[in-house]
């Protein structure tokens, strides 16, 4: 039997529907839900995702604010934007767009910006949070993986979770959210020998590493959950992602398309925590006055 489709579309409109109720609220308030982006350089890929975050944005009633740097700015200029940002009432979240030009060290912009803006979850002081369990800015990835599995009532305690890729916005954070939902996390990387020989162990395998239609389905077990986080193009130039959907899905029990799985999901959980920045500030409003 074919594999049920982890539908991220469907459950991101579904949130999002909810959150644009929440945005409503805060706007009565007093409180304008606001979210930065900073892209520099001219990276195709990039430019449509911060194109899709603003719009997906100004959807819910968000004030989003896009700020478009050439490729050749300096780290200083980078950290004067960030600055500019930190101090700005009107901005909740902040994130830059990754990668950033090759010149940029990400860590170093990263940690400028506030912790309490970090929409993304990338700070040292959040990432630390989440590995000690605590509340936190959880990374939008994998805070998209966690509610879709959740959303399809699919149980994390217990269950091997295979991770192959070990990014700093997908690969490691994922690991440590699932474990903290009381999975066995095994992490692979591009070192690991006979990558098949974990993928195969997987109740839950997720694969973000960018590489096409890298897991075949004689590297998946039977009825296994498979998220796919790759966005990547095949050799026609058709948009794939990590897994051979059209074999695996005949294996796995659920399993996420590309477009339209992980993708949006992202997208929705860069909206939750932009209004969890922003309820916070209508928390210390209502506190204050
Ligand atoms: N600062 C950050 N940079 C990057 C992040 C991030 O979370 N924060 N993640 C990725 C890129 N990314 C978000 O920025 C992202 C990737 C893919 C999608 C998406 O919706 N993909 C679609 C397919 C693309 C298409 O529509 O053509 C899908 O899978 O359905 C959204 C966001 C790296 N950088």
Same mark, same amino acid.
């Given at each position: ?7 991220? !579309?469907?459950? #991101? ?17 007093? @409180?304008?839900?606001?979210?930065? *982006?900073?892209? #520099? ?24 604010? *896009?700020?478009?740097? +050439?490729?050749? =700015?300096?780290? /200083? ?12 009432? &009107? ?35 959040? @990432? ?7 509340? =936190?800015?959880? +990374? ?6 966690? !509610? ?6 699919? =149980? ?16 490691? $954070? &994922? ?26 162990? &997987? ?16 590297? *998946? ?13 095949? /050799? ?6 990590? *897994? ?6 005949? @294996?796995?029990?659920?399993? =996420? ?6 993708? $949006? ?11 969890? #920045? ?12």
């Amino acid at each position: 039997m074919s594999a049920h489709i982890l539908s991220g !579309k469907e459950v #991101a409109g579904r949130l999002q529907q909810e959150m644009k109720l929440q945005v409503e609220e805060l706007k009565r308030k007093g @409180i304008i839900p606001g979210l930065a *982006v900073i892209i #520099a350089g001219n990276n195709p890929a990039s430019r449509l995702y911060v194109k899709k975050k603003s719009e997906a944005s100004q959807k819910l009633g968000i004030y989003s604010r *896009v700020i478009e740097l +050439p490729d050749d =700015t300096s780290k /200083e200029q980078l950290i004067s934007v960030v600055d500019m940002l930190n101090e700005d009432d &009107a901005i909740d979240g902040i994130l830059v767009q990754l990668p950033l030009p090759q010149h940029i060290d990400e860590r170093e912009i990263i940690q400028c910006i506030s912790p309490d803006k970090d929409v993304d979850g990338f700070h040292p002081l959040n @990432i630390g949070r989440l590995s000690t369990g605590q509340d =936190t800015f959880i +990374p939008c990835t994998p805070l998209g993986i966690l !509610k879709l599995l959740q959303e399809y009532h699919i =149980t994390m305690e217990g269950k091997h979770v295979v991770i192959v890729g070990r990014s700093n916005i997908v690969g490691k $954070p &994922a690991g440590q959210l699932l474990l903290n939902e009381h999975a066995t996390v095994t992490y692979c990387h591009s070192k690991t020998r006979q990558l098949a020989h974990y993928t195969k162990q &997987a109740d839950i395998l997720i694969s973000a590493v960018g590489q096409s239609r890298l897991i075949k389905a004689n590297m *998946v077990k039977e009825n296994a959950v498979v998220i796919d986080v790759g966005n990547s193009f095949d /050799e026609s130039g058709k948009l794939s992602g990590d *897994v051979d959907f059209e074999r695996v899905k005949e @294996i796995a029990s659920f399993i =996420t398309p590309v477009p339209n799985g992980v993708g $949006p999901m992202t997208i929705s959980m860069l909206l939750y925590n932009t209004l969890k #920045a922003a309820k916070k500030r209508a928390h210390a409003k209502g506190d204050s006055s």
